[in-house]
Nanobody, 116 residues
């Protein structure tokens, strides 16, 4: 089992920045990738960014150049630095982790609201 807890959501003005954090615990050694999804009401959850154990990253086109995913393996933390935020970035952001046995785990989600 893997447990994930997100931190750092909130309200920010357009053009502003936020950093989301995700703390992982449990069967850390089984994790092969972590990342972030987001979801708005009435829409499917969409992938934002992923980082693997070797620090290879992948981003959705709509966040390239604005968001940066990183991880600190020593602290079992994953971060999402979000810059140049837009109202369309408003969503609940979920941390996720996949494991070597193809399980997927989710955090509880954190609300990000971009509004003036």
């Amino acid at each position: 089992q893997v447990q994930l807890v997100e931190y750092g959501g909130g309200l920010v003005q357009p053009g502003g920045s936020l950093r989301l954090s995700c703390a992982a615990s449990g069967s850390i050694s089984t994790i092969n990738a972590v990342g972030w999804y987001r979801q708005t009401p009435g829409r499917q959850r969409e992938l934002v960014a992923t980082i693997t154990g070797s620090h290879s990253t992948n981003y959705a086109d709509f966040v390239k150049g604005r968001f940066t995913i990183s991880s600190d393996n020593a602290k079992n933390m994953v971060y999402l630095q979000m810059n140049s935020l837009e109202p369309d970035d408003t969503a609940v952001y979920y941390c996720y982790a996949t494991t070597v046995v193809n399980n997927i785990y989710w955090g509880q989600g954190t609300q990000v609201s971009v509004s003036s």
